[in-house]
Nanobody
C-alpha cells in the first residue's frame, strides 16, 4: 500500500498563491504518474495537473499558465504551485499516484483550498 500525505492548502484571496505538496510513502513500479485532482462542491472530480516520472505533464485548460506542477522523484514528492488563484479554484485538492493520468491507483486524503473574492 502507498500512503500519500498532502500539505499546503488553506484560505487565500483572489489573485494570491498557494503551494501544495504531497509525499508518497514509497514508489512501487506501478506508479508512473503523480499529480493532483480536485473536486468542488456539487461538481465531479477533475484532473488539475499530473506529471510522469519522465517529465511529461498534463494540465487542465482552466489552470494552464497559472499552475505549475513539479516532482522530485528521489523524494517521491510532487508539488503544485498555484498562482493567480480565482474563486472558481475553490475545491478539495487530492494528490494522486498511478500508472497514467487517468489510471489512479492511490489517492491522498484531500486538502481544502478556498479562494475568496
Amino acid at each position: 500500500q502507498v500512503q500519500l500525505v498532502e500539505s499546503g492548502g488553506g484560505l487565500v484571496q483572489a489573485g494570491g498563491s498557494l503551494r501544495l505538496s504531497c509525499a508518497a510513502s514509497r514508489s512501487p513500479f506501478s506508479i508512473n504518474v503523480m499529480g493532483w485532482y480536485r473536486q468542488a462542491p456539487g461538481k465531479q472530480r477533475e484532473l488539475v495537473a499530473v506529471m510522469s516520472s519522465g517529465g511529461s505533464i498534463n494540465y487542465a485548460d482552466s489552470v494552464k499558465g497559472r499552475f505549475t506542477i513539479s516532482r522530485d522523484n528521489a523524494k517521491n514528492t510532487v508539488y503544485l504551485q498555484m498562482n493567480s488563484l480565482k474563486p472558481e479554484d475553490t475545491a478539495v485538492y487530492y494528490c494522486t499516484a498511478g500508472a497514467s493520468a487517468y489510471v489512479v491507483g492511490y489517492w491522498g486524503q484531500g486538502t481544502q483550498v478556498t479562494v475568496s473574492s
